[in-house]
């Protein structure tokens, strides 16, 4: 796989490569604010360690100011509290530094998306291909939450990145299996 780098919003470097769920480029603009927050925060939880959360606050913040980013982190946060609680395995993401993103980053865009442009179907087996279990209301409200509030900040995310078969590719933890 070919990566070129190149610098987007903020600095933000951007990586065009060939996404594993059909994703092209992966990942633009306002999907790699999505993604970068979601791992971010995901981290965070993951290993304790608030440094990450230091992270996310600092990338929103330097984008949408102070205002902006309590209400982004604030509804990012409850999102992927909801998707940790509801998950029946670990959700999956790359580490801080790395400049391609996972299934469950691709994922979790994915249904931001749907949840943007009103593509139920879809943002439901986005909530399902990451929890893996029925229990996905929490989820869906803190995601179309999210989704809402990104969009009162002007990040609308492409229904192109919207994932027709999110199980179509396993997480690498059952690739190791």
């Keep these: 796989m070919q990566l070129k780098k190149r610098h987007g919003m903020s600095g933000i470097p951007a990586v065009h490569s060939a996404c594993p769920l059909q994703f092209a ?3 633009p603009g306002p999907e790699r604010l999505v993604a970068l927050g979601f791992r971010y ?12 959360w230091e992270r996310a606050w600092n990338l929103y ?35 801080e530094d790395c400049r391609s993103f996972c299934r469950d980053e691709c994922i979790a865009v994915s ?19 990451l929890v893996e279990s029925s ?28 994932v027709s078969a999110p199980v179509a590719a396993a997480p690498a933890s059952r690739l190791l299996q």
């Design 41 to 52: 925060w995901m981290r965070g939880r993951m290993i304790g360690n608030v440094a990450c």
């Design 111 to 129: 249904m931001i998306a749907a949840c943007q442009h009103h593509t139920c179907p879809a943002m439901r087996a986005c909530a399902f291909a």
């Design 61 to 95: 913040s330097g984008i949408f100011g102070v205002v902006g980013a309590r209400l982004a982190v604030s509804s990012l946060s409850a999102w992927v509290t909801a998707l940790s609680a509801s998950s029946l395995r670990e959700i999956e993401v790359f580490p």
């Design 25 to 27: 480029p992966c990942l």
């Design 135 to 162: 229990v996905i209301d929490g989820v869906v409200t803190h995601a179309r939450t999210f989704a809402d509030t990104m969009a009162g900040l002007d990040q609308i995310l492409s229904p192109g990145s919207i």
